[in-house]
């Protein structure tokens, strides 16, 4: 059970930092976030550490009861 929970939550990090990383950029506009250096420090974290948790649960092998 918890696999799928550790999944979950890299897929959202990974889908928010790459939001807060194009805001951060300019790309996406419209909010306090557009074009600030900090939202796309922040959002490269998220991104990265969302890819982590995503690649670690899915090269995970199965325990075998």
């Known amino acids: 059970m918890k696999r799928w929970?550790?999944?979950?939550?890299?897929?959202?990090l990974v889908?928010?930092?790459?939001v807060w990383v194009l805001q951060g950029l300019g790309v996406i506009t419209g909010s306090f976030m557009t074009g600030q250096k900090l939202w796309f420090l922040i959002g490269l974290v998220?991104?990265?550490v969302?890819?982590?948790l995503v690649a670690a649960n899915l090269t995970r092998r199965k325990p075998t009861s």
């Open 46 to 48: 998220a991104f990265l």
């Open 15 to 18: 889908l928010v930092g790459a």
């Open 50 to 52: 969302g890819v982590v």
């Open 5 to 12: 929970i550790t999944f979950a939550v890299g897929i959202v």
